[in-house]
């Protein structure tokens, strides 16, 4: 018993201080710009700093927007600076309160969840049965700047994080104040780029990540 206690109390440790960042996928940014307007996909490469398990990501990100709701799907693929490399894989849904085609500020409510198993070694020596659920709950503010060939959007989007750790059968969950900011360049091709920093309230150093990408949207009547 105390052997196994000992093994649990460690790899919540390790957790703690290696595991990356991350809104509903590990090692990507919470990105709450608004809605998109039809189909798009997103590919982004994430950097978290040294509070939020160092290394690096990559994911692709489904989205679609119809009226005024939305929802996204994301994997990422992450590979920290301590334990091996995993996958990761979520999901959003949006609601506009607030916006539309004539008005450049957008005020959308964000729900998510997120699921990964990252790999640690215990102590005494052996494998960790560990799973890491994340819900983030929050708002989103985008303010739209229309110019002749391209749309710049900044954005910042405050939430509460949740985070619930499992070690084999030992659970511990923790709630965070949070936030994620970014700004989108969209062309009237559907094509576009965007960068985004997600920060998170947590105890010593602030658990930070950078991430950039290219989007493209489609565009579909009706949606």
């Given at each position: 018993m105390n052997r196994m206690l000992a093994s649990t109390a460690v790899a919540v440790l390790m957790i703690a201080a290696t595991s990356p960042a991350s809104g509903q996928v590990f090692g990507l940014p919470v990105t709450n710009s608004g809605l998109p307007t039809g189909i798009g996909l997103a590919l982004d490469a994430g950097f978290a700093n040294d509070a939020g398990g160092g290394g690096w990501a990559a994911g692709a990100t489904g989205k679609v927007g119809f009226g005024g709701f939305g929802a996204?799907?994301?994997?990422?693929r992450v590979a920290p600076d301590l334990g091996d490399e995993f996958f990761s894989a979520g999901a959003t849904a949006?609601?506009?309160?607030?916006?539309?085609?004539?008005i450049p500020l957008s005020v959308t409510l964000q729900a998510g969840a997120g699921y990964s198993a990252p790999e640690f070694a215990c102590v005494p020596p052996g494998d960790c049965d560990i799973n890491v659920?994340?819900?983030?709950?929050?708002?989103?503010?985008?303010?739209?700047?229309?110019?002749?060939?391209?749309?710049?959007k900044p954005w910042i989007a405050p939430r509460v994080d949740i985070t619930r750790n499992s070690i084999n059968g030992a659970s511990e969950t923790d709630t965070r104040f949070a936030a994620s900011a970014g700004v989108e360049l969209?062309?009237?091709?559907?094509?576009?780029?965007?960068?985004?920093?997600?920060?998170?309230?947590a105890e010593g150093d602030k658990p930070g990540i950078f991430a950039a990408g290219v989007h493209y949207t489609f565009r579909v009547p009706g949606l």
């Open positions: 996204t799907a994301t994997v990422s949006n609601v506009k309160v607030f916006g539309g085609p004539l659920w994340r819900f983030p709950a929050g708002v989103g503010f985008a303010f739209t700047i229309p110019n002749p060939a391209m749309a710049i969209n062309f009237i091709t559907g094509l576009g780029i965007h960068a985004a920093y997600d920060w998170v309230n």
